[in-house]
């Protein structure tokens, strides 16, 4: 009797431990299957990332090249036309007596203005113009192209030592300058602009915009995601360059408080 009880023992033992095998297998591929999923999702997400990158890299170079594109065709065509009509206006034999002598000066003055704006805005589309004279001076050049309208009045001040970025973050960096004082100029009734350039010791970047015009709220501008305003839409611009370039940029604003805008970037050794 007591030799069958251990047979019976010894079958529900083993019954047992083969459950528990089978338990802990089962657990096992489960613990497996939950973290292949996952990992799949992880790659997935950092898969789609990457192609949000590339296809936003991709639409900004297309804008960067059809500006350049834009530039050129000003520069060549339209600009080579405007100086053979002011050449023609500056040949043209009219006395001082006659009637139409004033207005042909006025045309003939309005004419230079027109050449010498387009060529400021040429300047300022050119990609190439940009990585080659730096960051620095191509803000500080568009800033003294901003001060001869009289719009606003401007302190630009430039901190350390000038570092000469890769080409594509010089461009990013300068695209994002322009909109920050493209959206001062339509919206922000500001009447003082300060921009400073921040080349640090402990190699970090910092580009800071800031006016004392009419402000926004900013948790009401965060919530119009789907806002099709250009104020949003260069705000959004201004967010996706400074992602692909591993930038951090911050907004203040309060309304009736104005606006401060500034971009971080680390600076490689």
């Known amino acids: 009797m007591s030799d069958q009880n251990q047979q019976i023992y010894v079958v529900v033992l083993i019954g047992v431990v083969l459950a528990l095998l089978l338990v802990g297998f089962i657990f096992t591929i489960f613990f497996l299957y939950q ?11 950092v898969l789609k990332e990457q192609y ?15 500006l350049k594109g834009v530039a050129q065709e000003l520069h060549d065509n339209i600009g080579q036309v405007l100086s053979v009509i002011k050449l023609w206006m500056a040949g043209a034999p009219i006395e001082k007596d006659h009637p139409a002598f004033e207005g042909v000066q006025n045309s003939r003055e309005m004419l230079n ?5 387009m060529a400021d805005l040429t300047k300022s589309l050119h990609t190439d113009r940009i990585t080659d004279i730096g960051l620095t001076e191509a803000i500080r050049f568009d800033l003294e192209a901003i001060k001869r309208t009289g719009l606003v009045k401007i302190n630009f001040a430039v901190s350390g030592n000038e570092y000469h970025f890769a080409e594509q973050k010089s461009i990013f960096l300068f695209r994002m300058y322009q909109e920050m004082m493209n959206n001062i ?10 921009v ?9 970047f910092a580009l800071m915009v800031e006016d004392d015009g009419v402000g926004f709220n900013m948790e009401k501008k965060k919530s119009e995601k789907t806002s099709s305003s250009s104020s949003g839409l260069g705000l959004r611009n201004m967010m996706n360059r400074a992602r ?4 951090e940029i911050s907004i203040q604003s309060q309304p009736q408080k104005g606006t401060k805008i500034s971009v971080e970037m680390p600076l490689s050794n």
Do not use: F, G, P
């Open 196 to 204: 400073s350039l921040v080349y640090s010791t402990d190699h970090k």
């Open 35 to 45: 973290r292949k999923k996952q990992k799949q999702e992880r790659e997935l997400v």
């Open 244 to 247: 692909l370039i591993d930038a």
């Open 185 to 194: 100029l339509k919206h922000s009734k500001a009447n003082h602009v300060n």
């Open 52 to 66: 949000e990158q590339e296809l936003l890299r991709s639409q900004l170079e297309i804008q960067e090249s059809t």
């Open 113 to 117: 203005k027109v050449i010498y704006d």
